[in-house]
């Protein structure tokens, strides 16, 4: 194998780009079940089933024993680990399980987390946002009336998740503010896998307006009371959605 500064594929990837690809396609057999607990792998199997370097193939397993997925041992090799022992909040691991057929289970469990911290970042961002974060709400929930109508899920999407994490970090909580990531992958899964109405719910929006409005007068009852009700909305949108082909 050439030196890893220099390795290619015949499209030209980059090493960069290489080891998210192994990352992604191991992560993605791993969530799966493809690669079940307790299988072990080497990195020579990684170079020869990928045809990558062998720095490419310690990286994509470095990150993934990161995220708790992998474990090296020396005499055993790179070890599959129990789900207990991932990261499950980690932003790829939600990516890869979204990506799997398991992704109804996994928007259950993110909708539940879900409803245990938006609605108390609601309260707390009525008690704490500055007026950035008030007009930054209100662009967003005018830009997802804007692109509702004009059926651009996408920018929707976009305008919902730029909402949300402009809340979590009005909170004034960095820990509730890291959550956006989260929020932000449960969003994106309902949408990239036609899990949400293919024109958005008005009432949701209508809902999100209301949390903006409750922030901005600094009323966090308004505030919790909305942001409970948007959530109660998409589990509802979920268990009426047909799960796609």
Same mark, same amino acid.
């Given at each position: 194998?050439?030196?890893?500064?220099?390795?290619?594929?015949?499209?030209?990837?980059?090493?960069?780009?290489?080891?998210?690809?192994?990352?992604?396609?191991?992560?993605?057999?791993?969530?799966?079940?493809?690669?079940?607990?307790?299988?072990?792998?080497?990195?020579?199997?990684?170079?020869?089933?990928?045809?990558?370097?062998?720095?490419?193939?310690?990286?994509?397993?470095?990150?993934?024993?990161?995220?708790?997925?992998?474990?090296?041992?020396?005499?055993?090799?790179?070890?599959?680990?129990?789900?207990?022992?991932?990261?499950?909040?980690?932003?790829?691991?939600?990516?890869?399980?979204?990506?799997?057929?398991?992704?109804?289970?996994?928007?259950?469990?993110?909708?539940?987390?879900?409803?245990?911290?938006?609605?108390?970042?609601?309260?707390?961002?009525?008690?704490?946002?500055?007026?950035?974060?008030?007009?930054?709400?209100?662009?967003?929930?005018?830009?997802?009336?804007?692109?509702?109508?004009?059926?651009?899920?996408?920018?929707?999407?976009?305008?919902?998740?730029?909402?949300? &994490?402009?809340?979590?970090? *009005?909170?004034?909580? =960095?820990?509730?503010? $890291?959550?956006? +990531?989260?929020? @932000? %992958?449960? !969003? /994106?899964?309902?949408?990239?896998?036609?899990?949400?109405?293919?024109?958005?719910?008005?009432?949701?929006?209508?809902?999100?307006?209301?949390?903006?409005?409750?922030? &901005?007068?600094?009323?966090? *009852?308004?505030?919790? =009371?909305?942001?409970? $009700?948007?959530? +109660?909305?998409? @589990? %509802?949108? !979920? /268990?009426?959605?047909?799960?796609?082909?």
């Amino acid at each position: 194998m050439c030196d890893d500064a220099a390795v290619t594929t015949s499209s030209g990837e980059s090493p960069h780009r290489l080891h998210q690809s192994v990352r992604d396609a191991l992560g993605r057999q791993i969530v799966s079940g493809e690669l079940p607990t307790g299988a072990v792998l080497t990195l020579e199997g990684i170079q020869a089933t990928y045809d990558v370097s062998r720095p490419v193939a310690r990286e994509a397993i470095r990150v993934l024993q990161a995220m708790g997925m992998v474990a090296t041992r020396r005499r055993v090799g790179i070890t599959v680990l129990p789900r207990q022992e991932w990261n499950v909040f980690d932003p790829l691991v939600i990516r890869w399980r979204l990506d799997g057929e398991g992704r109804r289970e996994q928007l259950l469990s993110l909708s539940e987390l879900r409803r245990g911290f938006e609605p108390i970042a609601a309260r707390l961002a009525a008690e704490r946002a500055e007026p950035e974060h008030h007009g930054a709400l209100a662009r967003s929930v005018a830009d997802m009336v804007v692109h509702a109508a004009s059926g651009d899920l996408e920018a929707y999407l976009e305008a919902d998740t730029a909402f949300h &994490r402009v809340l979590l970090n *009005a909170c004034g909580n =960095e820990m509730l503010a $890291a959550f956006g +990531d989260l929020v @932000a %992958e449960l !969003l /994106a899964g309902r949408t990239h896998h036609h899990l949400m109405p293919a024109t958005p719910n008005p009432t949701a929006i209508e809902l999100h307006e209301k949390v903006a409005i409750s922030i &901005r007068n600094g009323d966090p *009852a308004g505030a919790e =009371e909305a942001m409970r $009700a948007i959530i +109660d909305e998409a @589990a %509802e949108a !979920l /268990a009426a959605a047909d799960d796609p082909p």
